[in-house]
């Protein structure tokens, strides 16, 4: 006997889509078997017509640096914003915790402790370095189960002043000390890199604020077609002659991509990650729609040529995982400074990454079913070390599923946000595709846009 048995959908496999139900028990997947087999269920779900995804692992969040920097606020977007997730298809998502100065294991566990009866989807804790003694602290990051450890490689000056670095940022010997410490972890993990060339970026910035220009064609252009490719590889020297596995976080740029291409060829353990926003908009659609604040990210949402060359990535499998880059900011800090001075970042991007995926990925063609489970599941749940308790409809899995209506289009946007943001650069965009039912471990959270229940994320260590 089970708990539930969800009927008639499509289910997307890692052998394929496929006509199968799916029985529910203790949380996890009990069994798959083909359509219309009888199963003794306490609960009969029917979902014909409908597609059956592995819930989306989206490791790229910062829910302690959004407009409340301090640990309440990572608290308060934990509870909150985080049913955005739940309704959007996310049922586990990895976040950044609290920048700052003090012990990273100190920080790490502020976090756990954050997201513990607070988080709507399961969660883990990526960790970031921004001094040399975070380095020496990595073993005990570890040990709470933060083995992801972030660098911002982007930044120097004021700019890394204001993150809790030094005026360098972080220089190759940071990466190369840090990298070090993780061959010596027991089953260790990954480093992961905000690639963007600093020293050139700021310089043109400069220039452009001298001359009185802005917008988002200026900020894409401040950041130059090769500012990421040159610490990719710079970076990525250290991680082939180390063999620490390297993510190369928001890849923005078609250059990026087809140098990353080529490393991988050559046997260079990078991984890349592109942004649903990367592949949703450009700094010409922004620009247009009157979106100059709202869509200032960093790296820049940059052009078509860029956006096309980023579907090939993920076509062909040079970009591995697809990330948000949720950071949990309201209006107030995108319109309250001049341009070149407003903080760079999107909002809670959750609710809408999906239908975005599913528009322009499946309806319009670029991308299979099972090419956007790999990448926005599977793919993720490896790289963090869960999969295959994450990342894939298999017996045995945890019962985390996400139900698509292929044929319910709707406006996208703040109508259907439940967190605390206040504006969407997704406004007026419609998609096709739309989540209507989650699952974490085998409860339905979130249905019809609107979370079920209560909050029972867990933290993965
Ligand atoms: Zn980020």
Redesign the pocket.
């Known amino acids: 006997m089970f708990e539930r048995v969800l009927v008639g959908g499509d289910v997307v496999t890692e052998q394929g889509v496929q006509a199968l139900d799916i029985a529910l028990r203790d949380g996890k997947i009990a069994a798959l078997v083909p359509r219309g087999t009888h199963i003794e269920a306490a609960e009969t779900v029917d979902l014909a017509g409908m597609v059956v995804l592995p819930g989306i692992v989206d490791t790229?969040s910062?829910l302690g640096s959004g407009d409340d920097r301090t640990a309440e606020g990572q608290d308060r977007s934990f509870s909150v914003d985080t049913k955005d997730a739940a309704i959007g298809g996310v049922t586990t998502i990895a976040t950044t915790h609290v920048l700052g100065r003090d012990p990273l294991h100190e920080m790490v566990a502020r976090a756990i402790d954050s997201g513990q009866g607070r988080s709507w989807v399961d969660f883990k804790i990526n960790s970031v370095i921004t001094t040399y003694a975070h380095i020496e602290q990595i073993p005990k990051a570890a040990a709470l189960g933060s083995k992801s450890f972030k660098m911002y490689c982007g930044y120097c000056f004021e700019q890394a002043e204001k993150m809790g670095m030094r005026k360098e940022g972080m220089p190759p010997d940071m990466f190369y000390m840090a990298a070090e410490k993780l061959v010596e972890l027991d089953g260790w993990g990954h480093m992961m890199i905000?690639a963007e060339e600093p020293h050139v970026r700021r310089m043109l910035a400069e220039r452009y604020k001298a001359k009185g220009e802005e917008g988002l064609l200026c900020w894409a252009d401040h950041s130059r077609d090769w500012s990421e490719s040159v610490q990719v590889y710079l970076y990525g020297v250290i991680a082939k002659e180390l063999g620490v596995p390297m993510q190369v976080?928001?890849t923005s740029r078609g250059h990026t991509v087809d140098l990353i291409k080529r490393l991988q060829a050559e046997g260079y353990p990078i991984y890349s990650e592109t942004l649903v926003s990367y592949l949703g908009t450009t700094a010409h659609d922004l620009e247009a729609r009157g979106l100059r604040f709202q869509g200032k990210i960093q790296p820049p949402i940059r052009y078509q040529s860029d956006q096309d060359r980023l579907w090939k990535g993920v076509q062909d499998g040079t970009v591995t995982t697809l990330g948000t880059?949720t950071i949990p900011y309201t209006s107030k800090y995108k319109t309250s400074k001049p341009f070149w001075d407003a903080r760079p970042g999107l909002n809670i991007q959750w609710i809408d990454s999906l239908p975005l995926l599913y528009t322009h990925g499946i309806v319009e063609g670029r991308i299979s079913l099972e090419t956007l489970a790999e990448v926005s599941s599977t793919n993720p749940a490896k790289m963090w070390g869960m999969y295959p308790q994450k990342g894939c409809i298999a017996q045995g899995s945890d019962a985390d599923l996400v139900v698509v209506d292929p044929r319910l289009e709707a406006d996208l946007g703040l109508a259907r946000m439940r967190g605390d943001a206040d504006y969407s650069i997704w406004e007026g965009r419609k998609a096709k595709g739309m989540p209507v039912k989650t699952y974490l471990r085998g409860v339905l959270v979130a249905e019809d846009g609107e979370v079920v229940g209560q909050a029972g994320g867990r933290y993965l260590g």
């Open positions: 790229h910062h905000h976080v928001h880059d």
